[in-house]
Antibody, heavy 122, light 108 residues
């Protein structure tokens, strides 16, 4: 069974850093595109970024608000996806979801984790 | 960046009625890369439709998607009690993706 479980959410001060993890199972991580999506309290969904599979060069892309501050990576030996967040701002407060897409759709997100909450506040 | 505008913001309907949700893009979007999601309170979103009209396995056939270019529609033919939720459209791309702001379907 395909499963995603995020962890690492916490309360952090503005300017701080945090690393989120997404434990994956039921598939080969390097073979798929993986995504991070966030949702601020009471707000809509926001694409954060993605990591392409090894067929597509394993490159990353990010949304403008997080470009240069967030980094997506993975560890194939532990089947874990990461989101490293630095220079955090109050507007980064959100539930962060790890997602996997339907193959060849560039991001129709079929599998979602339950999410992990990140709160940025002094 | 492609901006998706969903309308209406809120749709107040009764069970059994038909719901028509609109998603308009600021520039032409390939139908292959337009998706719809349902989200209920406290839950992660659920993919309903991808490729503008392809229903995910297990999604009831009362849900259908259509459209092309800049105008896309999600139709729920007869609302069931479990369909009252927030719906999002999304355009996917090789280097970025965006979501619409959502349409809330509420019980009238």
């Amino acid at each position: 069974e395909v499963q995603l479980v995020e962890s690492g959410g916490d309360l952090v001060k503005p300017g701080g850093s945090l690393r989120l993890s997404c434990a994956t199972s039921g598939f080969t991580l390097r073979d798929v595109w993986m995504f991070w999506v966030r949702q601020a309290p009471g707000k809509g969904l926001e694409w954060v970024g993605h990591l392409k599979n090894h067929f597509d060069g394993e490159t990353t892309d990010y949304a403008a608000p997080v470009e240069g501050r967030f980094t997506i990576s993975r560890n194939d030996s532990t089947n874990t996806l990461y989101l490293q967040m630095t220079s955090l701002k109050t507007e980064d407060t959100a539930v962060y979801y790890c997602c996997r897409d339907v193959p060849l759709t560039f991001g129709a997100l079929h599998i979602w984790g339950p999410g992990t909450m990140v709160t940025v506040s002094s | 960046e492609v901006v998706l505008t969903q309308s209406p913001g809120t749709l107040s309907l009764s069970p059994g009625e038909r719901a028509t949700l609109s998603c308009r893009a600021s520039q032409s979007v390939s139908s292959s890369f337009l998706a719809w999601y349902q989200q209920k309170p406290g839950q992660a979103p659920r993919l309903l439709i991808y490729g503008a009209s392809r229903r995910v396995t297990g999604v009831p056939d009362r849900f259908s998607g259509s459209g092309s270019g800049t105008d896309f529609t999600l139709t729920i033919s007869r609302l069931e009690p479990e369909d009252f939720a927030v719906y999002y459209c999304q355009q996917c791309g090789r280097s970025s993706s965006t979501f619409g702001q959502g349409t809330k379907v509420e019980i009238k």
